[in-house]
């Protein structure tokens, strides 16, 4: 690892070593407006692990770069079909800028047509895509005649091949109202998980499953199981309503007639999240405009009954869509939406979303446990982002953590959310407040942005320490003030290396590099694409899983933070035995020292200083680095760590120790 001749000391607890400085950009490594001569919006993306990414959203451009691919530039519909389009793009920021637009493709008919979220195939690389279509003429696949509209408007499912060429899977999923898919989870085999949002009382594949018979009120939600290269008519496997006589979950109709126009924020649209559990149960989370839902929570719920006009609502249901394995409510008193969840590595489910509750039932030592109000000072309503993880495995205590958005004084929310290997949380959304939203130290883009929207990736660390756990916070574009609309983040993914890549929209001050689009293509707003380090200065690696297994599941490392001069990081260990004590090695020299007798295994840390550490009930632990007021260069320290720890009688067949691998930083 290169490091400046320099050295200083740092102060470990009541210990000091001599450290090395090392540095790296806090640039974005990619970064790129995508779009035609109107507006378009990115709402999903998948990274390959290759580095190709995958994206799709919606265009009411006619000029979108279609027919410039450099792998295929003859895309299955390259021509727009009606007033607003899907689209599918396929990009390689490895490229140069010309070329990295691998293909990309219209996809509907001649009414409006919005894609919102997408999976791709490991083996295959198929592209699955689920929207909301209007068009009675919706493209049909490998050259059919397209699927029949049911309804005002009905979701629809596509597969596309991985080149752009070949329309492999076309059909829609509705009744005779208004339907739309959100959300695609993968289930392992040749089937996927979808959900939604209806108004129609006659869904396909209802009977038998938790609620076969629509509930009733202005919307439900609903969960629906596909094998889409099943042959016609044999590619639902089951569907189940969910809801009560209230509104379940905003559909597009709704939403349009509200705002007059299709401006859309994929979260808003959507009001719930999907995800899978490794029994394969579907997990889904919606907001409920309920006083009693049929059937009501479980027993073991976190909270058994709403607070508000609006709850969170969480169910886990079978793989069968026939029971019902665990419901609970959670919210305040007002309005509190759910827009996305994802699975913790310690068991349970991060939820992440928008409230308009003063009240929130917010966890000791959240990351900002106040609702912040705006007032005349700025645009928007006073909405805060939320997050939360619920385990249902842990019944009524299940509320794990719980925190408002540590965002700014007016509207803010959480569209997308990804959990890393050690339980850490990055959050993406967007701000519309009074200039003053929290920015941490080597930000991608300093400073709070404006009065308007601006997109926003916030990562922290939910261990109970209040702001201490925001590890980094950063906004993307939205700096001049001079349009309505400046940009959010609907999605994001990590890769291996500690980075995160975000899409949505902007209008101006996106951080361009590497760009295949350099500058707005002269519409409202175009897609937006941009790759930057979650570490920034450190080596770009946020967590490593460990192959040593601590009470049957790996040992991870994490750090937390990367703090100028005077500021502090964290060393994170998760997984690790509960209630054991360990020890944590500091230094710099890869050189390996056999433990003693009894002990087997090999210290790869030739140790400068040494630090006991207990784990807690969870197996988590951590400790604090201090760097030194004094320290005369921006870069932060760089070191090698090491895990280890002793076993107990909760971990047995483990051997007496469990070792981590070493961590550079």
Same mark, same amino acid.
């Given at each position: 690892?290169?490091?400046?001749?320099?050295?200083?000391?740092?102060?470990?607890?009541?210990?000091?070593?001599?450290?090395?400085?090392?540095?790296?950009?806090?640039?974005?490594?990619?970064?790129?407006?995508?779009?035609?001569?109107? +507006?378009?919006?990115?709402?999903?993306?998948? +990274?390959?692990?290759?580095?190709?990414?995958?994206?799709?959203?919606?265009?009411?451009?006619?000029?979108?770069?279609?027919?410039?691919?450099?792998?295929?530039?003859?895309?299955?519909?390259?021509?727009?079909?009606?007033?607003?389009?899907?689209?599918?793009?396929?990009?390689?920021?490895?490229?140069?800028?010309?070329?990295?637009?691998?293909?990309?493709?219209?996809?509907?008919?001649?009414?409006?047509?919005?894609?919102?979220?997408?999976?791709?195939?490991?083996?295959?690389?198929?592209?699955?895509?689920?929207?909301?279509?209007?068009?009675?003429?919706?493209?049909?696949?490998?050259?059919?005649?397209?699927?029949?509209?049911?309804?005002?408007?009905?979701?629809?499912?596509?597969?596309?091949?991985?080149?752009?060429?070949?329309?492999?899977?076309?059909?829609?999923?509705?009744?005779?109202?208004?339907?739309?898919?959100?959300?695609?989870?993968?289930?392992?085999?040749?089937?996927?998980?979808?959900?939604?949002?209806?108004?129609?009382?006659?869904?396909?594949?209802?009977?038998?499953?938790?609620?076969?018979?629509?509930?009733?009120?202005?919307?439900?939600?609903?969960?629906?199981?596909?094998?889409?290269?099943?042959?016609?008519?044999?590619?639902?496997?089951?569907?189940?309503?969910?809801?009560?006589?209230?509104?379940?979950?905003?559909?597009?109709?709704?939403?349009?007639?509200?705002?007059?126009?299709?401006?859309?924020?994929?979260?808003?649209?959507?009001?719930?999240?999907?995800?899978?559990?490794?029994?394969?149960?579907?997990?889904?989370?919606?907001?409920?405009?309920?006083?009693?839902?049929?059937?009501?929570?479980?027993?073991?719920?976190?909270?058994?009954?709403?607070?508000?006009?609006?709850?969170?609502?969480?169910?886990?249901?079978?793989?069968?869509?026939?029971?019902?394995?665990?419901?609970?409510?959670?919210?305040?008193?007002?309005?509190?939406?759910?827009?996305?969840?994802?699975?913790?590595?310690?068991?349970?489910?991060?939820?992440?979303?928008?409230?308009?509750?003063?009240?929130?039932?917010?966890?000791?030592?959240?990351?900002?446990?106040?609702?912040?109000?705006?007032?005349?000072?700025?645009?928007?309503?006073?909405?805060?982002?939320?997050?939360?993880?619920?385990?249902?495995?842990?019944?009524?205590?299940?509320?794990?953590?719980?925190?408002?958005?540590?965002?700014?004084?007016?509207?803010?929310?959480?569209?997308?959310?990804?959990?890393?290997?050690?339980?850490?949380?990055?959050?993406?959304?967007?701000?519309?407040?009074?200039?003053?939203?929290?920015?941490?130290?080597?930000?991608?883009?300093?400073?709070?942005?404006?009065?308007?929207?601006?997109?926003?990736?916030?990562?922290?660390?939910?261990?109970?320490?209040?702001?201490?756990?925001?590890?980094?916070?950063?906004?993307?574009?939205?700096?001049?003030?001079?349009?309505?609309?400046?940009?959010?983040?609907?999605?994001?993914?990590?890769?291996?290396?500690?980075?995160?890549?975000?899409?949505?929209?902007?209008?101006?001050?996106?951080?361009?590099?590497?760009?295949?689009?350099?500058?707005?293509?002269?519409?409202?707003?175009?897609?937006?694409?941009?790759?930057?380090?979650?570490?920034?200065?450190?080596?770009? +690696?946020?967590?490593?899983?460990?192959?040593?297994?601590?009470?049957?599941?790996?040992?991870?490392?994490?750090?937390?933070?990367?703090?100028?001069?005077?500021?502090?990081?964290?060393?994170?260990?998760?997984?690790?035995?509960?209630?054991?004590?360990?020890?944590?090695?500091?230094?710099?020299?890869?050189?390996?020292?056999?433990?003693?007798?009894?002990?087997?295994?090999?210290?790869?840390?030739?140790?400068?200083?040494?630090?006991?550490?207990?784990?807690?009930?969870?197996?988590?632990?951590?400790?604090?680095?201090?760097?030194?007021?004094?320290?005369?260069?921006?870069?932060?320290?760089?070191?090698?760590?090491?895990?280890?720890?002793?076993?107990?009688?909760?971990?047995?067949?483990?051997?007496?120790?469990?070792?981590?691998?070493?961590?550079?930083?």
């Amino acid at each position: 690892m290169p490091r400046f001749a320099n050295t200083t000391r740092l102060v470990v607890g009541t210990l000091s070593f001599a450290a090395g400085l090392t540095a790296q950009s806090t640039a974005a490594t990619w970064s790129t407006y995508f779009g035609g001569s109107s +507006r378009d919006e990115i709402t999903a993306l998948h +990274r390959d692990p290759n580095g190709v990414i995958t994206v799709v959203g919606f265009s009411d451009s006619t000029d979108l770069a279609t027919t410039v691919g450099s792998l295929n530039p003859t895309p299955l519909q390259p021509a727009a079909g009606g007033s607003y389009d899907a689209f599918v793009a396929r990009f390689d920021p490895a490229l140069p800028p010309a070329s990295q637009l691998l293909w990309c493709t219209y996809v509907g008919g001649s009414g409006d047509d919005f894609a919102f979220d997408l999976t791709v195939d490991p083996l295959t690389s198929v592209i699955t895509v689920v929207g909301v279509s209007a068009s009675s003429d919706f493209p049909g696949a490998m050259g059919q005649a397209g699927p029949t509209l049911q309804g005002q408007s009905d979701g629809f499912l596509i597969q596309i091949d991985p080149t752009g060429a070949a329309l492999l899977t076309s059909m829609l999923v509705g009744g005779s109202g208004a339907d739309h898919l959100s959300t695609v989870v993968p289930d392992g085999s040749n089937s996927v998980t979808v959900c939604g949002g209806t108004t129609s009382s006659d869904l396909p594949w209802t009977a038998g499953t938790v609620w076969p018979v629509a509930p009733g009120g202005g919307s439900d939600a609903f969960v629906a199981r596909i094998a889409p290269g099943n042959p016609a008519g044999t590619q639902g496997i089951w569907a189940t309503y969910l809801g009560g006589s209230g509104s379940d979950g905003i559909t597009y109709a709704d939403y349009a007639a509200a705002n007059g126009w299709p401006f859309v924020w994929e979260g808003r649209l959507a009001n719930h999240g999907l995800a899978l559990d490794p029994a394969g149960n579907a997990v889904v989370v919606i907001e409920s405009e309920l006083a009693v839902l049929n059937p009501v929570t479980t027993p073991n719920a976190v909270q058994s009954s709403p607070a508000g006009g609006l709850d969170l609502y969480l169910a886990v249901i079978d793989p069968t869509g026939t029971s019902l394995q665990y419901a609970t409510f959670f919210g305040g008193s007002g309005a509190d939406s759910p827009t996305c969840i994802e699975a913790h590595p310690g068991g349970g489910f991060v939820i992440g979303g928008y409230t308009t509750s003063t009240d929130l039932p917010v966890t000791a030592g959240c990351v900002a446990s106040g609702f912040q109000t705006c007032g005349a000072n700025c645009w928007g309503p006073d909405i805060d982002g939320l997050v939360c993880h619920i385990d249902p495995a842990l019944g009524a205590g299940g509320l794990r953590y719980a925190s408002y958005l540590p965002g700014d004084a007016g509207e803010d929310g959480v569209a997308d959310l990804a959990v890393e290997s050690s339980g850490i949380v990055t959050l993406a959304g967007y701000c519309a407040g009074a200039g003053n939203y929290p920015i941490t130290p080597r930000a991608l883009q300093p400073g709070a942005g404006t009065q308007y929207f601006f997109g926003a990736v916030t990562r922290i660390a939910m261990r109970g320490q209040g702001t201490d756990d925001v590890l980094y916070s950063t906004r993307i574009g939205g700096t001049n003030g001079a349009n309505f609309v400046e940009g959010w983040v609907n999605t994001i993914a990590l890769d291996e290396l500690g980075n995160v890549i975000t899409a949505g929209t902007c209008t101006d001050a996106l951080p361009i590099v590497q760009a295949h689009q350099g500058v707005v293509a002269g519409g409202i707003y175009d897609g937006s694409l941009t790759a930057f380090p979650l570490l920034p200065g450190c080596t770009g +690696r946020s967590d490593v899983a460990l192959a040593t297994p601590a009470c049957g599941v790996p040992l991870y490392f994490t750090v937390g933070g990367a703090p100028e001069a005077g500021g502090r990081f964290e060393l994170h260990a998760t997984n690790a035995p509960p209630l054991s004590v360990g020890v944590l090695a500091l230094g710099f020299a890869n050189a390996p020292i056999a433990l003693p007798a009894p002990l087997t295994g090999t210290l790869l840390v030739a140790p400068l200083a040494t630090v006991t550490l207990v784990s807690d009930g969870l197996g988590t632990a951590s400790f604090p680095i201090l760097v030194p007021s004094t320290l005369s260069t921006t870069c932060p320290v760089g070191y090698s760590a090491q895990w280890l720890w002793l076993a107990n009688a909760t971990c047995p067949g483990i051997g007496p120790i469990a070792t981590s691998e070493r961590l550079d930083f």
